[in-house]
């Protein structure tokens, strides 16, 4: 049975925010800021818009410091330099106050008449939509290694990820807290949105050209991500550990086979050759094996220090039996009672409350 849809406040009581990571965009700002206000005027909510200005070198931080001064709900965070875009998306995630927060890129490649699409999925009860891309206008080199990553991410990862949805996606207020509120230092943004759970929704958006065609984002800063999203989600490559070491006992204890037959059953032998090639494969097997087992207690270390929780509460029903018995504000409230009872016993705030406190040490909780 799905659990019942969330209710949404209704849409002029709504805040809906937009956080937007900023490095070396000037030339596009104000048509971006016209048309991401467009969508979000469409939505009927009321809105802020989050820049964070990424170090930019461009001109970008005085554009964007006039846009704040011009629109009322326009925020600007200016990071002290170039962090990177993951940690760009993590400073306004951490700044933006809404009930939706929407996180999307600045080039105009993330489409800002999705907006409404992803407001509405949200009202509807979705706590996470994401944009699932239709279509790559990019290099074909490129579309073929992002088709290849997300195969590769969900085939080895933990955690099943929606297959082509980059960071374009909105997330309501409490899963953006508890995305924002991750501790880990190397962070992939759609990994953790995922990993989060709760009701998670797709919409398909087209994914448009690069307004410049040059993207700020460097190949090795793909890479990195790339890594991270692996490294993060995924423990196949230390798997990777154990196949080889079985690889090369598998080949050790062939070689050992050949070599015996060859001396006993035929009677011929290259000199040194049995010695280099069994040795050579079992000690190949037992430091690949070495490095799997030490990798399991790296994993271990590492779970630990980036500090995930274990689980995430989504919602509960029902009352527990705690819940009849007085809690300890109850208990401190009692000992108050008691001191003002010792203080004047017989004064009036005494006698309201001494049938509380001969209750409680009677063992019948008052209320
Ligand atoms: N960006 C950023 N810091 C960086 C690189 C990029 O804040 O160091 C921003 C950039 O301005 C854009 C978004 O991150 O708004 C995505 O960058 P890009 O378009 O280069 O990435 P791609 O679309 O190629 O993944
Ligand atoms: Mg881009």
Sequence with gaps: MTPPAPVRPPADETVVSVVLPVFNEAAVLERLDRLVREGLAETGCRSEIIYVNDGSTDGSAEVL?????????????????????????????????????????????????????????????????YAVRQGRPEAAWKRALFWLFYRLLNACSLTPFP???????????????????????????????????????????????????????????????????????????LGLFYGLGGLSLLVCAASTTFCLYHKLVLEIATPG??????????????????????????VRIYDQVRGRPKFLVARETGTSLADERPTELDGDLLELLRHARSMSPTGEFCEMNCETIEMEEAGCPAG
């Design 65 to 129: 410091d006039q846009l704040a001064r011009s629109h009322p709900g326009t925020r600007v965070v200016h990071l002290s330099r170039n962090f990177g875009h993951q940690a760009a998306l993590q400073a306004g995630l951490e700044a933006a106050d809404g009930d939706a927060v929407i996180v999307m890129d600045a080039d105009l490649q993330d489409d800002p008449q999705a907006i409404p699409a992803l407001v509405q999925t949200w009202r509807e009860g979705a706590d996470v939509v």
């Design 273 to 298: 050759w049995a010695s280099s090639v069994i040795t050579a494969s079992f000690f190949g097997a037992i430091n690949a094996l070495g490095i799997g087992v030490l990798g399991e207690y790296i």
């Design 163 to 237: 297959r082509d949805a980059g960071n374009f996606g909105l997330m309501d207020r409490r899963v953006a807290r508890l995305v924002a509120d991750l501790p880990e230092q190397d962070r992939y943004f759609p990994g953790l949105r995922g990993w989060v759970g709760f009701a998670q929704r797709g919409v398909p958006v087209a994914r448009l050209p690069r307004y410049d065609g040059r993207p700020r984002v460097t190949l090795a800063g793909l890479v990195r991500l790339a890594k991270s999203a692996l490294f993060s989600f995924s423990r196949a490559p």
